[in-house]
């Protein structure tokens, strides 16, 4: 079992940053790969990015490819989410996710609560 605590977002200016954390309690941490997935309104749950569990192997969406980046303290049973020139189509509830095959398949065995970002042009 794993169980997913998200925080750190909020409200910030198109080309502002703002920094996501998740944290992890459960002993699979450390080895199931881990992600952020997000929704706008009106719009499906879509993947964001993932990473491995050992923290090596990442893989982004087209849509935030050099704007966002994944990092992961498995000494801290956190993930991060450093997200940089946000645009205002950001705008959504951010998902922590971890799962076996998430990174591979972006298929997600656990779900956190979410936490707004909002993005004002």
């Known amino acids: 079992q794993v169980q997913l605590v998200e925080s750190g977002g909020g409200l910030v200016q198109a080309g502002g940053s703002l920094k996501l954390s998740c944290a992890a309690s459960?002993?699979?941490?450390?080895?199931?790969?881990m992600g952020w997935f997000r929704q706008a309104p009106g719009k499906e749950r879509e993947f964001v990015v993932g990473i491995g569990w050992s923290g090596n192997s990442t893989y982004y969406a087209d849509s935030v490819k050099g704007r966002f980046t994944i990092s992961r303290d498995n000494a801290k049973n956190t993930i991060y989410l450093q997200m940089s020139s946000l645009k205002p189509e950001d705008t959504a509830v951010y998902y922590c996710?971890?799962?076996?095959?998430?990174?591979?398949?972006?298929?997600?065995?656990?779900w956190g609560q979410g936490t707004q970002v909002t993005v004002s042009s």
């Open positions: 996710a971890a799962g076996y095959l998430l990174l591979s398949r972006q298929v997600v065995d656990y």
């Open positions: 459960g002993r699979a941490f450390s080895s199931v790969a």
